[in-house]
């Protein structure tokens, strides 16, 4: 693969409001891609820090391969301009750009042994023997083939075929690392073992790594910043606790996990708390996380995990929100049970209990009437309109 260092917008931005560091080991500014009439990348602005683990993450065709290609050189922008480390790059084909990528598809020479694949960069540059040699034996190491390098790629794994191409892109010692869903073609054990592994490797050699992937547990257990794009843009960039944690929009919300998401009306703002009007209760929220005034229409939302299930009788415990509903689905999935409740609104609201070992407790099964319950500090807004 070939790849290239990048600098993250700070978590709290909105779209749109990242701004470039001077710092940055990756730029774009205002790049556009399209493709006939389709716009794949829409006046994308970013910026990429050296060292930094970035995952570009979305669903197919929301333009984060495209954005990946650009950067790399395998697809000229529309519109915009890319640089690294300073440098505008966008005229500049692949192989002059100080980036190499690691695709999905391996791309290994099969009649090459492994040591032969990692070295073929090197080769190519005329870098001497003896330190091409050194080089290839320490990338090996690094991704722990070392006992492998007289092997051909058919002899390997998907994993080992993964990692010699992972060594081969790294051993050129780039200032950047392109990843294009590298561990796509490997099954969930596989992909799990190289996450860490990846994040590992990331870590001692200290450059920059891009990772393009539609996975979202992949990107949180790697990245230090995670763009999440929709339609061609950054609808939010943060940590994958920030993104998690708060969501500005809807997309983000529910591509990062499942949420609760509930219309309301902002009745009225204290120092530290407002209260919201939603179909199915009111509810407090902390002023921190809106920026609405009285009267405003809102989104409000709270993480599944976060939300406590007690019969409606009960009542609401002191301090919490509550939403009410009835019980349609319950459903056993070993370490928890998972609730399907609709709201007297019509939205189906989603419970996820862990698995105590207990029974379950008496009124909460199919047909009866509940309160979702949840300390107000698990509140988030995201835009009405998203």
């Given amino acids: 693969m070939e790849g290239s260092p990048t600098a993250a917008p700070d978590a709290g931005e909105r779209p749109g409001a990242q701004n470039a560091s001077a710092e940055a080991d990756i730029r774009l500014e205002n790049v556009t891609k399209r493709f006939g009439d389709a716009v794949a990348v829409d006046d994308l602005t970013l910026s990429i820090e050296r060292g930094a683990f970035y995952a570009l993450l979305g669903p197919s065709g929301c333009g984060k391969t495209t954005t990946l290609r650009m950067i790399g050189g395998f697809e000229d922008p529309t519109a915009g301009v890319v640089y690294l480390g300073g440098q505008a790059v966008t005229d500049l084909p692949p192989y002059k750009r100080d980036v190499n990528t690691v695709f999905q598809s391996y791309a290994l020479f099969p009649h090459l042994s492994v040591e032969r694949n990692v070295a073929f960069g090197l080769e190519r540059k005329g870098v001497a023997k003896a330190e091409a040699k050194t080089r290839v034996g320490e990338a090996l190491e690094m991704v722990q083939l ?52 990846l994040k590992r490797i990331q870590q001692e050699v ?21 763009a999440v794009m929709n339609k061609g843009r950054i609808e939010q960039a943060g940590t994958a606790e ?55 229409a809102v ?43 609709t709201a007297p609104g019509g939205e189906e609201l989603t419970v996820i209990a862990p698995n105590s070992g207990a029974a379950q407790p008496a009124g909460l099964g199919v047909g009866n009437e509940v309160l979702l319950t949840w300390d107000p500090q698990h509140t988030f807004v995201v835009t009405r309109d998203a």
């Fill in 146 to 197: 070392g006992p492998l390098a007289k092997r051909k790629p058919g002899q390997l794994s998907g994993g080992q075929a993964q990692r010699v191409a992972l060594a081969r892109a790294l051993v050129n010692r780039p200032r950047a690392l392109l990843l294009d869903e590298p561990l796509g073609a490997l099954d969930l054990r596989l992909r799990k073992q190289l996450q860490i592994e």
């Fill in 206 to 226: 200290g450059i920059t790594f891009v990772h393009v992937t539609h996975d979202q547990e992949e990107a949180m257990s790697m990245a230090d910043t995670i």
């Fill in 242 to 296: 920030d993104l998690y944690e708060r969501p500005h929009t809807a997309f983000v919300a529910n591509f990062l996990g499942i949420s609760n998401l509930v219309d309301g009306k902002v009745l009225e703002r204290g120092a530290e708390i407002a209260r919201v009007e939603t179909p199915d209760g009111t509810v407090s929220v902390p002023c921190a996380r809106m920026d609405e005034a009285p009267g405003d």
């Fill in 299 to 341: 989104r409000i939302g709270v993480r599944p995990e976060k939300v406590e299930l007690v019969p409606a009788a009960d009542g609401v415990p002191a301090g919490r929100n509550a939403l009410r509903g009835t019980v349609t689905v319950a459903s056993f999935l070993g370490v928890s049970i998972q609730y399907v409740i």
